[in-house]
Nanobody, 115 residues
Framework: QVQLVESGGGMVQAGGSLRLSCAAS????????MGWYRQAPGKQRDMVAT???????NYADSVKGRFTISRDNAKNTVYLQMNSLKPEDTAVYFC?????????WGQGTQVTVSS
């Protein structure tokens, strides 16, 4: 069983920055991919950014050029640097991790961007 612990959420004004962190522990298997998803009230959970173990990244169009995902394989930790935040970025952000045998989610961290 993989445990994911997120940190770094909070409230910020539009144009500001936040950095999210997610540390994975307890995995018996190699974590092949990690990522960030978000869910706003009344909406579905959407992919924000993902990174595979080799370093290839993928971003939602809405965050390209503003958000940067990075990963420390040795620490099984993934980061999301969020710059130029907009009110529409307000959501609960969830970290995920995948092995060849499972898909795991963190508990979520709230990000609120005020106008």
């Amino acid at each position: 069983q993989v445990q994911l612990v997120e940190s770094g959420g909070g409230m910020v004004q539009a144009g500001g920055s936040l950095r999210l962190s997610c540390a994975a522990s307890g995995s018996r298997f190699t974590i092949t991919a990690m990522g960030w998803y978000r869910q706003a009230p009344g909406k579905q959970r959407d992919m924000v950014a993902t990174v595979i173990r080799g370093g290839t990244t993928n971003y939602a169009d809405s965050v390209k050029g503003r958000f940067t995902i990075s990963r420390d394989n040795a620490k099984n930790t993934v980061y999301l640097q969020m710059n130029s935040l907009k009110p529409e970025d307000t959501a609960v952000y969830f970290c995920d991790a995948r092995t060849n045998w499972g898909h795991y989610w963190g508990q979520g961290t709230q990000v609120t961007v005020s106008s």
